[in-house]
C-alpha cells in the first residue's frame, strides 16, 4: 500500500497564515541577548590597549580626545566582525553592550566614538 | 591484540604522552612495513586520521606525522623526517586506500613526493594559475601582507 | 570504449556549495566520479602562522558557518593542552550545551536538503521552519543564530541562568515532537524510501579502510564516536547512546541522523538538570603559549575533526593543522559511486552531508598581472580586493 506521509499535515496548513516574516517591510524585534552595536565609556577606560591588540581585525584604534590624557578606543565598523572579545578583555570593563542591530550604511570609514559624560566646568 | 603491543614487537620505541597519545620516531625505509603490519593483524580497526607536514628549515627537513586511529584505542604517531631537498617516501594507499586525501594535500602544499601513487596532480587545491613548484606551506613561501 | 562525461558543478541546483563532480556516464550507468575541489580554498593554515594564537581562535571558528562552534572547541582544547590547563566542570558541562545544539541544527538542515534534492519540497519547508526554534535558541544562549564566538581559552564566555534553562527545555519539547513526525515520515513514506534506499552501499570494513568518518561510517555499523572513545569536555559524565546502523545506504546514513537528535535532546536535558555550580572562566586570559605540541579530536556533527597544533614559544604558532570531516569523506567518495545511476549521483553525495567551506581552505589570483596573493582576514575586511 503506496502511503503518501505528508498530505494530511500539507492539506491542515493550506489553512494557516504563513510563517514567512516579510523583512524588512515587516520589522523583527531583537531578542535582548544578541550582539549588537557596544560602545566605549571613555571615563572608565584605563588606557592598557588590550583590546586593540587583541581585536581580530584590526578594527580598534586608539586616539586621544581632549576629554582625557591617556588614548581611548576608537571602533571603525568596517572592519568589526562583533565577536565581543574587547568586551571579554577589558579589565575594568569599560565596554557597553546593547542589542541595536548595526545600522547599514553606504560610505566607508564610519567609527564609533568613545562616550564621555558631560563635564561642568 | 592492542596496537602498542604489535608496534613493540615490531622493534618500534614507543612513548606515550598523554592517555590515549602515542608517538614513535620511524626511519622512512621502515614506515610502509610497520603501516601494512598494523593494518593486517589488526583487521578492520585501523584508519588514518591525518599526515601531517610540517616544515623545519633549520634542521633541513621535512617532518611528517602519520596519525592513525586504532578504533577503541588509542591514536598513534608515526614521525618520520624527509630531507628538505628531495622528500620522497613510499605511498601507503595500497594498504590504506582512504589515505589519498591526505597524500594528495602534502604534494601540492609542501612539496612531498609520494612514490607509487600515479594519481597525485598539481594543483589540486591550489588554484590553476599558480605555477607548479611553488609550495605555500614551505616557511620560505611569504604570505604578502599589505 | 569512449564514455560521455558529465560536469556536475561547480554550479549547480543540487548542490549547495561549489565543487565540481567529474561523472563518467556509460547510457543511464555511472562508470566513475571524479571530485575537483578547490573553490572555496581560502588559506586558514597559513594564516593562522601569520596572527597571534589569541586573533587564531577567532579565525578558526570561522572556518565553517554550520559547525564553527565545534572548530572553537576543538582548537581551544589543543592550546589548553599545550597550556596544561583544565576547564572547569560548569564550563564543560556549557560546552557540551552548545556542541550539541549545534549538532541538532546541523542534522535538521541535512535532512532539509535531502528531501529538497530529491523533490520533497514541503518536508524541506517544514524542517526549515521548525529548525527556526533551535536557532532561536542558539542567540539565546551565545548571543548570535550563526558565528556564536562563545569558547574562550579556559572556559566560556556567557552563564545559562535558570530562566534560560526552562526555556530551552520548553523549545525541545516542541523540537523533539516534531522530530518524531519526520523520523515516522524517513521511515514510511513511499517516495523517500524508493529514493533513498540502496543508493552508495559500503561494507563495514571498507568504511575503514577508504577512512569514512562520522554518520557515514557509522550507518554501515562501525562504532566509532569521539565522544565515546577519546571524551572530552564532560562527555564521560553526561549518558548517551552510540546509534549505528546496519545497511549501508543512504538511507540508514539519513536514519543514523535522525536518531542522533534525539540523543542530543535527552543530552541536552541531562546537561541542564546537573549544571555543576562554579565559576565559568579564568579572570583573565593566559597571554604566553609555552612550546609543545598536541593532537586534539571533537566530533563534529559530520564525522571526526582533528586539529594538530604545534608551537616553539613564540606567540604565533608554528603549524597549526586542521583535517575536517568533509575533507576525507567527499574526496574519498568515488568508491560509492559503482553501480548507480545518474540520478542517484546527487542522493549520494548529500547523503555525505559535503560542507565544501570545511574542506578547502582560499587563494585569490589576481589573473591579469599573473600573480596569486594570500589576503589576510584584515585586508579582506577592509575591503582592499579591488578588481
Known amino acids: 500500500m503506496v502511503k503518501l506521509k505528508l498530505v494530511p499535515e500539507v492539506l491542515r496548513n493550506v489553512f494557516k497564515r504563513p510563517v514567512t516574516i516579510q523583512y524588512p517591510y515587516e520589522p523583527i524585534e531583537p531578542t535582548p541577548d544578541y550582539r549588537g552595536q557596544h560602545r566605549v565609556n571613555g571615563d572608565k577606560c584605563i588606557g592598557c590597549r588590550l583590546c586593540a591588540i587583541d581585536c581580530p581585525t584590526g578594527a580598534i584604534q586608539m586616539r586621544k580626545f581632549p576629554q582625557k590624557d591617556k588614548p581611548v578606543p576608537v571602533i571603525i565598523t568596517d572592519l568589526c566582525i562583533y565577536c565581543y572579545h574587547c568586551v571579554y578583555v577589558c579589565p575594568v570593563k569599560a565596554y557597553i553592550i546593547s542589542n541595536e542591530r548595526p545600522e547599514p550604511f553606504e560610505e566607508r570609514g564610519r567609527e564609533i566614538l568613545p562616550l564621555f559624560k558631560e563635564r561642568k566646568e | 591484540m592492542s596496537a602498542v603491543k604489535v608496534l613493540r614487537e615490531m622493534g618500534v620505541e614507543v612513548k606515550e604522552v598523554r592517555p590515549r597519545r602515542y608517538v614513535c620516531e620511524v626511519p622512512r625505509e621502515k614506515l610502509h612495513s610497520i603501516v601494512s603490519s598494523l593494518v593486517r593483524k589488526l583487521d578492520g580497526k585501523v584508519y588514518a586520521s591525518s599526515i601531517v607536514g610540517i616544515d623545519r628549515p633549520e634542521e633541513g627537513v621535512i617532518e611528517l606525522s602519520y596519525n592513525l586511529w586504532v578504533l577503541g584505542e588509542c591514536l598513534v604517531s608515526l614521525r618520520v623526517k624527509l630531507p628538505r631537498d628531495a622528500p620522497e617516501i613510499e605511498t601507503i594507499t595500497d594498504v590504506l586506500p582512504g589515505a589519498y586525501p591526505h597524500e594528495l594535500e602534502a604534494f601540492d602544499l609542501l612539496g612531498v613526493k609520494f612514490i607509487g601513487n600515479d594519481k597525485l596532480r598539481e594543483p589540486a587545491f591550489k588554484p590553476e594559475d599558480m605555477p607548479p613548484g611553488t609550495y605555500p606551506l614551505r616557511k620560505d613561501w611569504k604570505l604578502e601582507v599589505r | 570504449m569512449s564514455y560521455i562525461e558529465i560536469p556536475v558543478g561547480p554550479q549547480h541546483p543540487a548542490l549547495h556549495e561549489p565543487i565540481l563532480l567529474r561523472v563518467k556516464v556509460d547510457g543511464e550507468q555511472v562508470v566513475e566520479v571524479e571530485p575537483v575541489v578547490g573553490y572555496n580554498h581560502r588559506g586558514i593554515e597559513k594564516l593562522c602562522e601569520v596572527n597571534s594564537f589569541i586573533r587564531d581562535l577567532y579565525i578558526c571558528g570561522r572556518v565553517c558557518g554550520i559547525c564553527n562552534i565545534v572548530h572553537a572547541t576543538?582548537?581551544?582544547?589543543?592550546?589548553?593542552?599545550?597550556?596544561?590547563?583544565?576547564?572547569?566542570?560548569?564550563?564543560?558541562?556549557?560546552?557540551?550545551?552548545?556542541?550539541?545544539?549545534?549538532?541538532?541544527?546541523?542534522?535538521?538542515?541535512?535532512?532539509?536538503?535531502?528531501?529538497?534534492?530529491?523533490?520533497?519540497?514541503?518536508?524541506?519547508?517544514?524542517?526549515?521552519?521548525?529548525?527556526?526554534?533551535?536557532?532561536?535558541?542558539?542567540?539565546?544562549?551565545?548571543?548570535?543564530?550563526?558565528?556564536?564566538?562563545?569558547?574562550?581559552?579556559?572556559?566560556?564566555?556567557?552563564?545559562?541562568?535558570?530562566?534560560?534553562?526552562?526555556?530551552?527545555?520548553?523549545?525541545?519539547?516542541?523540537?523533539?515532537?516534531?522530530?518524531?513526525?519526520?523520523?515516522?515520515?524517513?521511515?514510511?513514506?513511499?517516495?523517500?524510501?524508493?529514493?533513498?534506499?540502496?543508493?552508495?552501499?559500503?561494507?563495514?570494513?571498507?568504511?575503514?579502510?577508504?577512512?569514512?568518518?562520522?554518520?557515514?561510517?557509522?550507518?554501515?555499523?562501525?562504532?566509532?564516536?569521539?565522544?565515546?572513545?577519546?571524551?572530552?569536555?564532560?562527555?564521560?559524565?553526561?549518558?548517551?547512546?552510540?546509534?549505528?546502523?546496519?545497511?549501508?545506504?543512504?538511507?540508514?546514513?539519513?536514519?543514523?541522523?535522525?536518531?542522533?537528535?534525539?540523543?542530543?535532546?535527552?543530552?541536552?536535558?541531562?546537561?541542564?538538570?546537573?549544571?555543576?555550580?562554579?565559576?565559568?572562566?579564568?579572570?583573565?586570559?593566559?597571554?604566553?603559549?609555552?612550546?609543545?605540541?598536541?593532537?586534539?579530536?571533537?566530533?563534529?556533527?559530520?564525522?571526526?575533526?582533528?586539529y594538530h597544533i604545534v608551537s616553539n614559544g613564540k606567540p604565533m604558532p608554528y603549524r597549526v593543522k586542521i583535517r575536517t570531516p568533509s575533507f576525507l569523506n567527499i574526496i574519498n567518495s568515488p568508491v560509492l559511486f559503482e553501480n548507480a545511476q545518474i540520478a542517484d549521483v546527487p542522493v549520494i553525495f548529500a547523503s555525505l552531508d559535503p560542507c565544501i567551506s570545511c574542506m578547502d581552505r582560499v587563494l585569490v589570483v589576481d589573473v591579469r598581472k599573473g600573480k596569486a596573493k594570500v589576503f589576510s582576514m584584515k585586508q579582506l575586511s577592509r575591503g582592499e580586493l579591488r578588481w
Open chain 3, 74 to 306: 576543538c582548537y581551544a582544547q589543543a592550546i589548553e593542552e599545550i597550556m596544561g590547563r583544565e576547564v572547569p566542570p560548569r564550563a564543560a558541562y556549557l560546552r557540551v550545551l552548545v556542541n550539541e545544539l549545534e549538532r541538532i541544527h546541523s542534522h535538521m538542515l541535512i535532512l532539509a536538503v535531502m528531501a529538497e534534492i530529491v523533490g520533497f519540497e514541503s518536508l524541506f519547508m517544514l524542517m526549515m521552519r521548525d529548525r527556526e526554534r533551535v536557532m532561536m535558541l542558539k542567540e539565546l544562549v551565545t548571543g548570535n543564530r550563526v558565528l556564536a564566538d562563545y569558547i574562550i581559552f579556559g572556559g566560556v564566555k556567557r552563564d545559562v541562568t535558570p530562566e534560560k534553562a526552562e526555556k530551552i527545555k520548553r523549545e525541545l519539547d516542541y523540537v523533539e515532537q516534531r522530530m518524531k513526525y519526520y523520523k515516522s515520515v524517513f521511515e514510511e513514506d513511499y517516495a523517500l524510501r524508493r529514493r533513498l534506499e540502496d543508493t552508495g552501499r559500503i561494507s563495514a570494513g571498507d568504511a575503514v579502510k577508504y577512512c569514512f568518518v562520522g554518520p557515514v561510517a557509522r550507518g554501515s555499523g562501525v562504532k566509532t564516536d569521539v565522544r565515546k572513545e577519546d571524551p572530552y569536555a564532560a562527555y564521560d559524565e553526561v549518558p548517551f547512546e552510540l546509534i549505528t546502523f546496519r545497511e549501508g545506504d543512504s538511507w540508514a546514513r539519513m536514519m543514523v541522523r535522525v536518531e542522533e537528535t534525539f540523543q542530543s535532546i535527552a543530552m541536552i536535558r541531562y546537561v541542564l538538570d546537573h549544571l555543576p555550580q562554579g565559576e565559568i572562566a579564568p579572570k583573565a586570559i593566559p597571554r604566553k603559549l609555552p612550546p609543545g605540541e598536541a593532537i586534539a579530536r571533537a566530533e563534529a556533527p559530520r564525522g571526526e575533526l582533528t
